[in-house]
């Protein structure tokens, strides 16, 4: 579930493995995009996409930061009124 393959994150970024909390965090926004394609609303997309890009930010990794943050924009601006996480 992509919840638990975004949980990891909290502890690598807690400890400034800042590169595995991206790594982390981009298999769980692939889980969400997967999810969202069918229609269903995973757990939490936006705050995964947001701790991945803080997490690119805090471990120099700018582009990644740059990309993502695109993507979060893209996100809300689809569903601005979405609850982020199911209902």
């Known amino acids: 579930d992509q919840h638990l393959q975004h949980m990891s994150s909290h502890t690598f970024f807690r400890t400034g493995h800042y590169h595995e909390a991206v ?48 993507e979060l924009q893209q996100l809300y601006t689809k569903a601005p009124s979405r609850q982020d996480g199911p209902s």
């Not at 936006?46 to 701790?51: E, K, M, V």
């Open 23 to 70: 790594e982390s965090n981009k298999i769980a926004v692939a889980s969400d995009a997967a999810f969202l394609k069918h229609g269903l609303v995973p757990y939490g997309p936006g705050h995964d996409l947001a701790f991945l890009v803080c997490s690119a930010l805090w471990g120099g990794e700018r582009a990644v930061a740059y990309r993502y943050s695109t």
